[in-house]
C-alpha cells in the first residue's frame, strides 16, 4: 500500500471501481465500502486522511455516516458525494460542520482527484500542527502557496514583516511565536479554492469572490481542530478584517480584531502590494506605505500602520533589502 489512506464509500461497484482507477498514479491507497456499516469497519483499523461518502445508499445515510466519522476519526476530512436533487443537505451539512466539501454526481474525474487531493494536503496541515514541526509547518505553508504561482515565497514574507512589527513593540516572546506561525498558516484555508480562481488574471466575479471569503473560516477550522493556541486561530480567521468592520468573514471592526490579526492584517496587504499579482505589477516599498497610510482607520490599525512604516522608513534608509 502507498500514501495515505482514502476510504470510499458508495453502495455501486462500477463507481468503487471508477475512483481507484482514478488515482492510481497518486501516492494514494484507495479503501472501499459498498456500505457505511463496511467502512465503520474500516476505519476502525486503519487510519484515514480522507473519508468520501455517497449520501443516498440503503440504510444509513451518509450525512449520518459521516457525522458518526467524527468520533472514530476526528481528523480526518469528510467529502459528501450528491445528486444535484440532494444538494440542499449537502451545503446544510458543509454549513454545520460535518463535512468539508461535496462533489456533484456525475463528477468530473480531474475536480474529484483535485478536491481529494487538496483535502489530504488539509489533513497533513492539521498533523502537522499537532506535531509542533516548525519546518513541517513551513513546509505545508509552502506547498499550500504552489497552487497560486504569484503568492510563493508569501507566508514566509509576511512572518519577517509581522516580526519587524512584534520586535518594535516589544511583544512577549510567546506571542511572537503564536504570531510567527499565525503569518505562516494565515492562508492555509485556501487550500479548499480552485486554482482556477487563485490565478484568475482578471476581476474575479461576485460567486469567485464568495468562495475567496470563505478561506478564513476553513482555515480556522483547521487550526481549531489542531487545538492551535488561540492567537494563531484568530490570525487566520480575522486576518482581512478591517477597523471600519467592511471586511470578512465576520464584519469585525475596531479593538474588537484581535491585536495579532491587526499586526498580520498590515504584513499580508504590504507584502501583497509589494509583489505581482494576475491582476497588477507589484507597488514599490514606498508606494505602498502610502497606500497602508491612506487605509489608516479604515482598513488598518493606525497607530499600527505608524510603528510598520517608521521600521519600514528606517529599513530602507539604511539601504537594506525590505524583500
Known amino acids: 500500500m502507498k500514501g495515505d489512506f482514502v476510504l ?3 453502495d455501486e461497484q462500477n463507481i ?5 482507477r482514478l488515482f492510481i498514479s497518486d501516492p494514494v ?3 472501499t465500502a459498498t456500505t457505511a456499516l463496511e467502512g465503520m469497519e474500516i476505519l476502525k483499523s486503519n487510519t484515514v486522511s480522507v473519508i468520501v461518502s455517497d449520501n443516498m445508499m440503503p440504510g444509513m445515510k ?3 455516516f459521516l457525522t458518526w466519522t467524527k468520533t472514530v476519526s476526528p481528523d480526518s476530512v469528510r467529502i459528501l458525494m450528491t445528486g444535484y436533487a440532494d444538494l440542499h443537505a449537502a451545503i446544510e451539512a458543509i454549513n454545520s ?3 468539508f466539501r461535496f462533489v456533484t454526481k456525475p463528477w468530473d474525474d480531474m475536480e474529484l482527484r483535485q478536491t481529494v487531493l487538496d483535502s489530504i494536503a488539509k489533513y497533513k496541515i492539521a498533523s502537522a500542527i499537532k506535531s509542533a514541526d516548525e519546518s513541517k509547518l513551513l513546509s505545508l505553508a509552502q506547498t499550500i502557496e504552489l497552487k497560486d504561482h504569484y503568492t510563493r515565497g508569501h507566508c514566509e514574507r509576511v512572518a519577517k514583516y509581522a516580526q519587524m512589527l512584534t520586535d518594535a513593540m516589544d511583544l512577549p516572546d510567546d506571542m511572537k511565536k ?8 494565515h492562508d492555509c484555508g485556501k487550500i479548499g479554492i480552485p486554482e482556477a480562481i487563485l490565478n484568475k488574471p482578471g476581476a474575479l466575479d461576485a460567486e469567485q469572490f464568495d468562495t475567496i471569503k470563505k478561506h478564513p473560516g476553513w482555515g480556522a477550522d483547521v487550526a481549531r481542530k489542531a487545538q492551535l493556541p488561540e492567537p494563531v486561530v484568530n490570525i487566520v480567521l480575522y486576518h482581512h478584517e478591517r477597523i471600519d468592520g467592511k471586511g470578512y468573514p465576520t464584519g469585525l471592526k475596531g479593538a474588537d480584531i484581535p491585536l495579532e490579526a491587526r499586526i498580520v492584517a498590515i504584513a499580508d496587504a504590504f507584502d501583497a502590494m509589494t509583489s505581482d499579482r494576475p491582476y497588477r505589477k507589484k507597488l514599490s ?4 506605505m502610502h497606500v497602508l497610510k491612506e487605509g489608516e482607520s479604515t482598513s488598518f490599525d493606525h497607530a499600527l500602520v505608524d510603528i510598520f512604516t517608521s521600521v519600514l522608513s528606517g529599513v ?4 537594506e533589502h525590505v524583500k
Do not use: C, P, R
Open 178 to 185: 503564536n504570531i510567527k506561525y499565525g503569518s505562516w498558516l
Open 316 to 319: 530602507i534608509y539604511n539601504n
Open 8 to 10: 470510499f464509500v458508495d
Open 62 to 64: 451518509g450525512i449520518e
Open 16 to 20: 468503487l471501481s471508477a475512483v481507484k
Open 29 to 31: 491507497t484507495v479503501l
Open 285 to 288: 516599498a514606498k508606494e505602498a
Open 97 to 99: 460542520g460535518e463535512v
